[in-house]
């Protein structure tokens, strides 16, 4: 069992900066494969970016590619989501995934343990 849990979501102006954080603890938390997805009102949850446990490759949504930044501190057992040049269509709830499968996947079903969440609002 692996528990998950986001900080650093807030509210901020079309431009800026957020770093989101995901903690992760439970046996064995650090061979994982993590991501991040958000959901926005009335819309599915949509894959944002993802890091595998070993080897640090990453994957990102096309939407997010060059504005936001997965990475992993193997020490603190956390993933981080550096995201930069906010706009409005960022507005979401941001959850942190993690799934042990052998290759990085896009798919939220995919993913066994979930974080609760934590909102980021861009305003224009």
């Known amino acids: 069992q692996v528990q998950l849990q986001e900080s650093g979501g807030g509210s901020v102006q079309a431009g800026g900066s957020l770093r989101l954080s995901c903690a992760a603890s439970g046996r064995d938390s650090s061979m994982y494969n993590m991501a991040w997805f958000r959901q926005a009102p009335g819309r599915e949850r949509e894959f944002v970016a993802a890091?595998?446990?070993?080897?640090?490759?990453?994957v990102y949504a096309d939407s997010v590619k060059g504005r936001y930044t997965i990475s992993r501190d193997m020490t603190k057992n956390t993933v981080y989501l550096q995201m930069n040049s906010l706009k409005p269509e960022d507005t979401a709830v941001y959850y942190c995934?993690?799934?042990?499968?052998?290759?990085?996947?896009?798919?939220?079903?995919?993913?066994?343990?979930w974080g609760q969440g934590t909102q980021v609002t861009v305003s224009s």
């Open positions: 995934a993690a799934d042990r499968n052998a290759f990085l996947h896009t798919t939220s079903t995919v993913y066994d343990f």
């Open positions: 890091i595998r446990w070993i080897g640090g490759r990453t």
